[in-house]
């Protein structure tokens, strides 16, 4: 099992900057890939942004530019810097690991972010 816990979420006007941070424990040992999803009221789930374990890195293109996922392998966390922030990228978002033991994904509980006009 995999627990994930987020932190950094918030309300900023647009144009500002949020980091998101998400430590795993448990078996955090066999997390080959961690990712942000967010979750806009009557949407879809989606993803935002994803590391391997060995560093390899995609975006969402609607991010790209201005949001950087990084990950702390020795502390099993993960961070989003969210840089000039659009209402747009009003949602809550979502930490997300997978096990390459369990071959499971697993989720945190979602942080709110909201970026004013």
């Known amino acids: 099992q995999v627990q994930l816990v987020e932190s950094g979420g918030g309300l900023v006007q647009a144009g500002g900057s949020l980091r998101l941070s998400c430590a795993a424990s448990?078996?955090?040992?066999?997390?080959?890939?961690m990712a942000w999803y967010r979750q806009a009221p009557g949407n879809q789930r989606k993803l935002v942004a994803a590391?391997?374990?060995?560093?390899?890195?995609n975006y969402a293109d609607s991010v790209k530019g201005r949001f950087t996922i990084s990950r702390d392998n020795a502390k099993n966390t993960v961070y989003l810097q969210m840089n000039s922030l659009k209402p747009e990228d009003t949602a809550v978002y979502y930490c997300?690991?997978?096990?390459?033991?369990?071959?499971?994904?697993?989720w945190g509980q979602g942080t709110q972010v909201t970026v004013s006009s």
């Open positions: 448990g078996a955090a040992f066999s997390i080959e890939k």
């Open positions: 590391i391997t374990y060995g560093g390899s890195i």
């Open positions: 997300n690991a997978y096990s390459g033991l369990t071959t499971r994904d697993y």
